[in-house]
Protein backbone atom coordinates (compact mmCIF):
# COMPACT_ATOMS: atom_id res chain seq x y z
CA UNK A 1 0.00 0.00 0.00
CA UNK A 2 1.12 3.28 -1.28
CA UNK A 3 -0.36 6.55 0.87
CA UNK A 4 0.41 10.21 -0.67
CA UNK A 5 -1.00 12.32 1.94
CA UNK A 6 -2.55 16.33 1.21
CA UNK A 7 -3.87 19.47 2.09
CA UNK A 8 -2.11 20.64 4.60
CA UNK A 9 -1.64 25.13 4.45
CA UNK A 10 -0.98 27.85 7.00
CA UNK A 11 -4.56 28.85 7.64
CA UNK A 12 -5.66 31.08 11.13
CA UNK A 13 -6.95 29.98 14.37
CA UNK A 14 -10.51 28.71 14.40
CA UNK A 15 -10.22 28.21 10.40
CA UNK A 16 -10.75 24.87 9.45
CA UNK A 17 -8.82 22.39 6.72
CA UNK A 18 -9.39 18.84 5.17
CA UNK A 19 -6.50 16.38 5.01
CA UNK A 20 -7.03 13.69 2.21
CA UNK A 21 -4.48 10.26 1.70
CA UNK A 22 -5.11 8.70 -1.56
CA UNK A 23 -4.11 5.06 -1.33
CA UNK A 24 -2.70 2.93 -4.19
CA UNK A 25 -3.65 -0.56 -4.42
CA UNK A 26 -6.74 -3.04 -4.63
CA UNK A 27 -6.49 -3.69 -0.72
CA UNK A 28 -7.15 -0.16 0.34
CA UNK A 29 -10.94 -1.05 2.89
CA UNK A 30 -9.29 -4.17 4.06
CA UNK A 31 -6.77 -1.45 6.20
CA UNK A 32 -7.72 0.06 8.48
CA UNK A 33 -6.17 4.08 8.29
CA UNK A 34 -5.02 6.58 10.84
CA UNK A 35 -3.99 10.02 10.96
CA UNK A 36 -0.73 10.94 12.98
CA UNK A 37 0.84 14.33 13.62
CA UNK A 38 4.23 15.16 14.63
CA UNK A 39 5.35 18.66 16.26
CA UNK A 40 9.07 20.36 16.20
CA UNK A 41 11.12 18.78 19.20
CA UNK A 42 7.53 16.36 20.28
CA UNK A 43 6.99 13.17 19.84
CA UNK A 44 4.49 11.20 16.91
CA UNK A 45 0.71 11.08 18.21
CA UNK A 46 -2.34 9.57 17.54
CA UNK A 47 -4.86 12.37 15.69
CA UNK A 48 -7.76 9.78 14.52
CA UNK A 49 -8.04 6.27 12.95
CA UNK A 50 -11.37 4.71 11.26
CA UNK A 51 -11.65 0.97 10.23
CA UNK A 52 -11.89 -0.61 6.91
CA UNK A 53 -15.11 -0.16 6.13
CA UNK A 54 -15.38 3.08 8.33
CA UNK A 55 -17.49 1.80 10.84
CA UNK A 56 -15.45 2.73 13.40
CA UNK A 57 -13.69 5.58 14.86
CA UNK A 58 -11.38 6.69 17.32
CA UNK A 59 -10.08 10.11 18.00
CA UNK A 60 -7.88 11.76 20.44
CA UNK A 61 -9.29 13.50 23.11
CA UNK A 62 -7.19 16.94 21.90
CA UNK A 63 -9.26 16.41 18.49
CA UNK A 64 -12.31 15.08 19.35
CA UNK A 65 -15.54 17.84 18.54
CA UNK A 66 -13.32 19.37 16.09
CA UNK A 67 -11.61 16.90 13.70
CA UNK A 68 -13.70 14.30 11.62
CA UNK A 69 -12.25 11.51 9.94
CA UNK A 70 -13.84 9.72 6.85
CA UNK A 71 -12.97 7.49 4.21
CA UNK A 72 -14.21 6.42 0.40
CA UNK A 73 -13.50 3.04 -0.42
CA UNK A 74 -14.63 3.74 -4.01
CA UNK A 75 -11.88 6.57 -4.18
CA UNK A 76 -9.28 4.71 -2.06
CA UNK A 77 -9.05 8.06 -0.09
CA UNK A 78 -9.14 8.86 3.72
CA UNK A 79 -9.87 11.71 4.57
CA UNK A 80 -9.45 14.24 8.06
CA UNK A 81 -11.53 17.48 7.90
CA UNK A 82 -10.03 19.82 10.68
CA UNK A 83 -11.92 22.13 12.10
CA UNK A 84 -11.92 25.05 14.92
CA UNK A 85 -7.89 24.75 14.52
CA UNK A 86 -5.72 25.74 16.98
CA UNK A 87 -2.35 27.38 17.18
CA UNK A 88 -1.68 23.90 18.94
CA UNK A 89 -2.36 21.68 16.10
CA UNK A 90 0.68 23.34 13.87
CA UNK A 91 2.48 19.70 12.90
CA UNK A 92 3.38 17.64 10.03
CA UNK A 93 0.52 15.49 9.88
CA UNK A 94 0.95 11.65 8.31
CA UNK A 95 -1.21 9.17 7.21
CA UNK A 96 -0.53 5.56 7.62
CA UNK A 97 -2.52 2.28 6.76
CA UNK A 98 -2.84 -1.33 8.80
CA UNK A 99 -4.66 -4.78 9.08
CA UNK A 100 -6.80 -3.89 12.44
CA UNK A 101 -7.93 -0.27 13.83
CA UNK A 102 -5.39 0.72 16.41
CA UNK A 103 -3.94 4.30 17.84
CA UNK A 104 -0.37 3.26 18.51
CA UNK A 105 1.86 4.86 15.68
CA UNK A 106 4.35 1.68 16.02
CA UNK A 107 1.79 -0.40 15.01
CA UNK A 108 0.92 0.90 11.57
CA UNK A 109 2.68 -0.67 8.32
CA UNK A 110 2.75 1.79 5.73
CA UNK A 111 3.08 5.39 6.17
CA UNK A 112 2.54 8.63 3.68
CA UNK A 113 4.91 11.45 3.37
CA UNK A 114 3.15 13.77 5.65
CA UNK A 115 1.66 17.38 4.89
CA UNK A 116 2.52 20.42 6.97
CA UNK A 117 -0.41 22.20 8.93
CA UNK A 118 0.71 25.71 10.73
CA UNK A 119 -2.54 27.38 12.53
CA UNK A 120 -1.38 31.08 13.54
CA UNK A 121 -2.79 32.87 16.43
Known amino acids: VQLQACGGGLVQAGDSLRLSCAASGRTFSSHAMGWFRQAPGKEREFVAAISGGGGSTAYADSVKGRFTISRDNVKNTMYLQMNSLKPEDTAIYYC???????????????WGQGTQVTVSS
Open 96 to 110: AARTGLSISWYRYDY
